[in-house]
């Protein structure tokens, strides 16, 4: 039971949504032990796999036409992958980026011809999507993009470096940023899709050592003269790149945004748990007046963006989610996420220190979420246009 009073919200209850949560809270629980997933972040990334197993489980493409090879199911079916797989701490296993970001790009802006050719692999686990938008001199700044795809005959070649790449080394199936026409600045845009397979000249660098997230491989991806086909341009129009890239990001904001709601809920779960059997000077720590205060302050904040959170899912089922809500959706919750990490460490003392506490991890792994989809710099200014 959740440690948050927010009761389920009307378009989640569903008794088809239950049976589907249980049975991927099932699966996570019987394919991922704890030693699995504490072998992934000594590796330092997932196996290859459990994606093949993920795919067969049904929890890869839920929300993608049954015609197309997925669940047939939408946005709520995606939710609770990302939720379950939060809870069920399977480090690395990128689902929401899979899921949540680089499939809808296929669903939306793909041709019929590129979803009856990408989307079954995408949903069986054959294919790992991953997206690569961010260089080495350019993070929020897409129209900055220095990564060329220029037409050559019937295909384009690509031409450039992105860094900070997830799933960058497991993925085969990985939608590029690129200037098909760099004289057009923004407009110029247009997103391909590699298949690394069959990409000549494509390279992966190094797997990047990070803060924390120590099982999602994080990478830079090299292009040097790689052919790709016409049809491998998303859409089969130059120049809508940007477009569909704004047009997805405010999902990808609130995919973080619910990512981080679920992650305080279990920060402050297993921190309720410590303090309530954690004893200093003849009692539990839960009994001193300055825990309960900090606590409750906490669990005050995070029901009321939880609440914000559920509405703001509500506004993207109903097709009228807009970037400026998505984004402060974003910014609130990664904002809190830090805060509740960081205070609940310190309720654990030096024991949250320690590598084999569950919450050292959460607090690690927290940080990222105020930087990617958008830093939270990046989203102020968002919110700030509205004003």
């Known amino acids: 039971m959740s440690v948050l009073p927010v009761p389920e919200p009307a378009f989640m209850a569903q008794e088809d949504l239950r049976i589907f949560r249980e049975g991927v809270a099932k699966f996570l629980k019987t394919a991922v032990p704890p030693e699995r997933s504490a072998a992934w972040r000594a590796a330092g990334q997932v196996d290859r796999a459990f994606w093949n197993e993920a795919g067969a489980a049904g929890i890869l493409g839920v929300s993608v036409p049954a015609e197309y090879g997925g669940g047939g199911g939408d946005f709520r079916h995606d939710m609770i992958v990302f939720e379950e797989v939060t809870r069920a701490d399977v480090s690395g296993f990128a689902a ?4 949540g970001i680089v499939v809808p790009y296929v669903v939306a802006h793909g041709t019929e011809e590129q979803k009856a050719r990408w989307l079954p692999g995408l949903c069986d686990g054959s294919r790992i999507a991953a997206i690569a938008m961010s260089e080495p001199d350019t993070g929020s700044d897409l129209q900055s993009i220095r990564t060329t795809a220029i037409k050559d005959g019937n295909g384009y070649r690509i031409n450039g470096a992105k860094t900070f790449i997830s799933s960058g080394q497991l993925a085969n199936f990985v939608i590029v940023a690129a200037k098909t026409d760099p004289s057009l600045g923004g407009k110029g845009v247009s997103l391909l899709a590699v298949e690394t397979e069959e990409a000549e000249g494509f390279r992966r660098g190094r797997r990047l050592k990070k803060l924390g997230q120590d099982a999602s491989d994080t990478s830079e991806l090299f292009f040097d003269d790689v052919h790709v086909p016409g049809q491998a341009l998303l859409g089969e129009v130059e120049g809508r790149g940007f477009v569909q890239l704004m047009t997805e990001l405010p999902r990808e904001r609130l995919v973080i945004a619910s990512q981080s709601i679920t992650a305080i809920e279990e920060a402050l779960r297993v921190t309720l748990d410590y303090v309530k059997q954690r004893k200093a000077f003849g009692k539990a720590i839960a009994e001193f007046q300055n825990t309960q205060f900090k606590l409750a302050d906490l669990k005050a904040e995070a029901t009321a963006l939880k609440v914000f959170v559920n509405w703001c899912c509500e506004q993207l089922l109903a097709g009228t989610l807009d970037v400026a809500t998505a984004a402060m959706a974003k910014l609130l919750t990664t904002e809190l996420q830090g805060k509740v990490v960081d205070q609940c460490l310190q309720f654990h003392g030096g024991a949250g220190y320690m ?18 989809g958008g830093s939270n710099e990046i989203m102020r200014l968002l919110i700030a246009r509205t004003l």
């Open 96 to 99: 929401s980026l899979h899921n």
């Open 355 to 372: 590598e084999e506490q569950p919450i050292s991890r959460m607090y690690r792994d927290a940080r990222i979420s105020r930087i990617y």
